[in-house]
């Protein structure tokens, strides 16, 4: 059985677990990128330091075949006007779809209270490559209105059960860990309950939508296990 946490800040992944671990260019750059079977990583900007210097980074760093997703960025309106201008947030994840586009590479999305912008976004600049809003917390209307548009929707805890269902109907359901101090076999766990499906269905579905429908045969992320 497969376990694959689409977005952790965890660096101790467990054997036999495929993470993306979030880069924070805050913290740490790319030498501390460690090749261990089932690691990979996604780098970006987060909309909490909406710092365009950090660009040429977040560059240098998605060109790296362990570099499988651009983000996490997007857009925060909680923050927005207290840490961040949100214009600037604007920008900057505008540059991170034109990356993400250019390496072909899946975004992974923070979005808080912006989702009406996000979706404005997508349909004005039809990006080829998957969108994943990482954490989703939202209620089943607005998963409904993001899985219309043909995002992917990753969970974690605490999380709408009626939006996780949305999800899990539409085949555009992911999990993750975040920042959590759950492990990603006891999300799975509490997601497959409420599924009411059992946690294998759920390994192998999860599995099958990331390789082939979000990372695509080129990053075969369930290689090797």
């Given at each position: 059985?497969?376990?694959?946490?689409?977005?952790?800040?965890?660096?101790?992944?467990?054997?036999?677990?495929?993470?993306?671990?979030?880069?924070?260019?805050?913290?740490?750059?790319?030498?501390?990128?460690?090749?261990?079977?089932?690691?990979?990583?996604?780098?970006?900007?987060?909309?909490?330091?909406?710092?365009?210097?950090?660009m040429?980074?977040?560059?240098?760093?998605?060109?790296?075949?362990?570099?499988?997703?651009?983000?996490?960025?997007?857009?925060?309106?909680?923050t927005?006007?207290?840490?961040?201008?949100?214009?600037?947030?604007?920008?900057?994840?505008?540059?991170?779809?034109?990356?993400?586009?250019?390496?072909?590479?899946?975004?992974?999305?923070?979005?808080?209270?912006?989702?009406?912008?996000?979706?404005?976004?997508h349909?004005e600049?039809?990006?080829?490559?998957?969108?994943?809003?990482?954490?989703?917390?939202?209620?089943?209307q607005?998963?409904?209105?993001?899985?219309?548009?043909?995002?992917?929707?990753?969970?974690?805890?605490?999380?709408?059960?009626?939006?996780?269902?949305?999800?899990?109907?539409?085949?555009?359901?992911?999990?993750?860990?975040?920042?959590k101090?759950?492990?990603?076999?006891?999300?799975?766990?509490?997601?497959?309950?409420?599924?009411?499906?059992?946690?294998?269905?759920?390994?192998?579905?999860?599995?099958?939508?990331?390789?082939?429908?979000?990372?695509?045969?080129?990053?075969?992320?369930?290689?090797?296990?």
């Open positions: 059985m497969t376990y694959i946490d689409v977005h952790t800040h965890n660096k101790n992944i467990p054997v036999g677990t495929f993470a993306i671990v979030s880069i924070d260019l805050t913290l740490r750059l790319s030498h501390d990128i460690s090749y261990a079977k089932g690691v990979f990583y996604s780098a970006g900007v987060h909309p909490w330091h909406p710092d365009v210097r950090m040429p980074t977040v560059r240098a760093l998605a060109a790296m075949p362990e570099i499988i997703a651009i983000g996490e960025t997007g857009l925060d309106k909680l927005a006007g207290k840490y961040s201008d949100f214009t600037r947030q604007r920008t900057l994840f505008i540059e991170h779809i034109h990356l993400s586009e250019e390496v072909a590479k899946p975004m992974i999305i923070h979005c808080v209270k912006s989702h009406n912008e996000i979706i404005s976004i349909r600049l039809k990006p080829k490559m998957p969108w994943i809003i990482h954490g989703f917390r939202g209620n089943q607005i998963a409904k209105e993001l899985l219309y548009e043909g995002f992917y929707l990753s969970f974690s805890i605490p999380y709408n059960k009626y939006a996780l269902l949305s999800a899990w109907r539409n085949d555009r359901l992911l999990i993750e860990t975040d920042d101090p759950l492990s990603i076999d006891k999300v799975y766990e509490l997601i497959a309950t409420d599924l009411q499906v059992s946690v294998e269905i759920l390994s192998q579905e999860i599995a099958v939508h990331q390789q082939n429908s979000v990372f695509g045969q080129r990053y075969p992320i369930t290689k090797g296990m």
